[in-house]
């Protein structure tokens, strides 16, 4: 495996995973990446070096992600000068949190600024994602990717802004969905919508699912946008409905949505059963501009009036009182 074999006419031909290696253009293909970048916290959920195993599997996940998004890999000659000025901390503070050699690091950050300048804001969630992204794909790949992702209604509008609203409405949008007595249990655990779905949502699951797991996981979303997040969302509280309503407080409910006890086998249970026809046909049967609207009323809009108006409150130490008067 990875040995040049000769051809009939002599010359060398690339075995099958050169030939992989060689149609990725991202961070994979750097000949140092495990020696660099091994240990890096992209790689967390590289469940048993899967990764490592399985780079023609994983390279061939990403080839057809930007097949679904209707993207060509980018021609351009890229420009890799690092920022003179790198712009908020936050962006070399999340690329230190997602990869480990300083080259790389210096693409993250330049990357990041440049999606807060032309999306107007930025979220860790976005991240994440760009991190995944760059594994696979040049950052100026990446970037049109994001591109597609941040501005298209199919996807994830409004989500990778500094206050995720548009995410936390999509996930009360869910949570409406779903039955009671479950609905009533989470309430009553304190797990409301806005407390994991950014993770789901915003983050496509790139920080809990275990590589080989989400591998399908983003086929399916990169097919069908934010619909099969939705789909998800219904999967994975009717697979796990009753390991929820026996948790006994929030820290064991907590657990199992951010999936760190949650079986891998009945998590890629969940995101197969995502695409079943009835969760297609229950979310395809949404009114979702309705359902978006009437979520925000009656789960957001008084709380984020109430916290907007009160930052026009005057402050005790604003205030002089009259024996402080001259």
């Known amino acids: 495996l990875g ?24 961070f994979l ?57 790198e712009g908020a901390r936050i962006f070399r503070a999340d690329a230190n949190r997602t990869y480990r050699s300083e080259p790389n690091r210096v693409i993250v950050v ?22 995944l992204l760059l594994l696979f794909y040049d950052p100026a790949t990446v970037f049109k990717v994001l591109t597609v992702l941040n501005d298209s209604p199919k996807f994830l509008p409004g989500y990778w802004r500094g206050e995720a609203t548009a995410c936390a409405v999509d996930g009360y949008v869910c949570f409406k969905l ?26 496509l699951c790139i920080h809990h699912l ?4 989400l591998m399908p996981f983003l086929d399916r979303f990169f097919a069908d946008g934010v619909r099969y997040s939705f789909q998800f969302f219904l999967a994975f509280f009717e697979e796990f409905e009753e390991d929820l309503m026996a948790a ?14 949650a079986p891998e086998a009945r998590l890629q249970k969940v995101v197969l059963a995502a ?9 395809a049967a949404l009114d979702l501009h309705r359902a978006r609207s009437e979520a925000f009323d ?16 005057k402050r005790d130490d604003e205030i002089t009182f009259s024996d402080e008067e001259d």
């Open 210 to 213: 275990p590589y080989h797991v």
């Open 110 to 131: 330049k990357l990041l600024s440049f999606a807060q300048t032309k999306f107007g804001d930025y979220q860790q969630s976005l991240g994440y994602v760009a991190g």
């Open 275 to 283: 695409s079943e026809e009835r969760f297609v046909q229950k979310i």
């Open 29 to 85: 293909s750097q000949k140092d990446f495990w020696q660099a970048e091994g240990d890096a916290p992209i790689l967390k959920f590289n469940n048993n070096e899967w990764l490592q195993t399985h780079t023609d599997e994983a390279i061939a996940h990403a080839h057809g992600w930007l097949t679904s998004l209707g993207i060509q890999l980018s021609r351009v000659d890229l420009d890799t000068t690092p920022l003179s000025a």
């Open 298 to 313: 009656d789960n957001l809009s008084r709380r984020l009036q109430s916290a907007n108006e009160g930052m026009w409150q």
């Open 248 to 261: 006994p407080s929030n820290p064991e409910a907590n657990m199992l949505i951010r999936f760190e006890s």
């Open 178 to 203: 779903l039955r009671d007595p479950l609905r009533s249990k989470l309430l009553a655990l304190g797990l409301l919508p806005e407390t994991f779905v950014q993770k789901w949502f915003a983050g």
């Open 3 to 26: 040995l040049r074999q000769p051809s009939l006419g002599g010359q060398p031909v690339l075995s099958s995973r050169e030939a992989s290696m060689a149609a990725c253009s991202g």
